[in-house]
């Protein structure tokens, strides 16, 4: 089945304690991006990468980390969370070129709780 | 980036169809209009695109007006499964870097 999956599901963390979010891909796409979901403010992209080895900002990046060395896995590292990271984060990827970036798997989410 | 204006909420009688309107006037000659869901915080899911022809899928069709400032998404019989908050995204174009920007949405209530 193809699916977009994220480790873990659910977290409570404190405050400093590094982590990392895992996301990983069977469908062989090489665009593979992050968001963060929180509420009124709607889903905002944290980084994206286009290929292995190459990644890139999005919208709200302070604070995170991501590495792409191998094409099905993208994971996020939190190096020293802090309570304003308490959200809501999902993985996607997509095949590449022209609109097909935007046709995107979304992982099942990650609920994330820094105290 | 495009703006967009949707209903914050809309009511469908289950096996009924559900209509969802999205404003788009500022979209660019080169962008796409694609529509994703997300039932109760799970992962988004996409739902159908288009650039300037009205299109259909297994899921929905959409429907684009000639001017491209507006669409709808039409889920023709609507089944309780569908209660969710749609998003009209325009995305794509020159520049893509694959960012989906999701506004407030419209929240589908299906009813029985």
């Known amino acids: 089945e193809a699916q977009v999956t994220q480790n873990p599901r659910y977290l409570i963390t404190v405050t400093g304690k590094k982590l990392t979010v895992t996301c990983s891909q069977n469908?062989?796409?090489?665009?593979m991006s992050w968001y963060r979901q929180d509420p009124g403010l709607g889903l905002r992209q944290i980084y994206y990468?286009?290929?292995?080895?190459?990644?890139d900002k999005g919208d709200v990046p302070e604070g995170y980390k991501v590495s792409r060395k191998e094409k099905r896995n993208f994971p996020l590292i939190l190096e020293s969370p802090s309570p304003n990271q308490t959200s809501l984060y999902f993985c996607?990827?997509?095949?590449?070129?022209?609109?097909?970036?935007?046709?995107?798997?979304f992982g099942p989410g990650t609920r994330l709780t820094v105290l | 980036d495009a703006k967009t204006t949707q209903p914050t909420s809309m009511d469908c009688a289950e096996g009924r169809a559900a209509n969802l309107p999205c404003n788009h006037s500022?979209?660019?000659?080169?962008?796409?209009v694609y529509w994703y869901r997300q039932i109760h915080s799970q992962g988004p899911q996409y739902i159908i695109h288009?650039?300037?022809n009205n299109e259909t899928n297994e899921m929905a069709s959409l429907i684009i007006t000639e001017d491209r400032k507006s669409s709808t998404l039409i889920l023709p019989h609507a089944t309780l499964r569908d209660t969710a908050v749609y998003y009209c995204?325009?995305?794509?174009?020159?520049?893509?870097?694959?960012?989906?920007?999701f506004g407030q949405g419209t929240t589908l209530q299906v009813k029985p």
């Open positions: 469908m062989n796409h090489e665009y």
């Open positions: 995204i325009p995305t794509g174009g020159s520049g893509n870097t694959g960012k989906l920007i």
């Open positions: 288009g650039l300037k």
């Open positions: 990468s286009m290929n292995v080895e190459v990644t």
């Open positions: 500022t979209i660019s000659g080169n962008e796409y």
């Open positions: 996607a990827s997509s095949s590449p070129g022209g609109e097909s970036y935007n046709e995107q798997f």
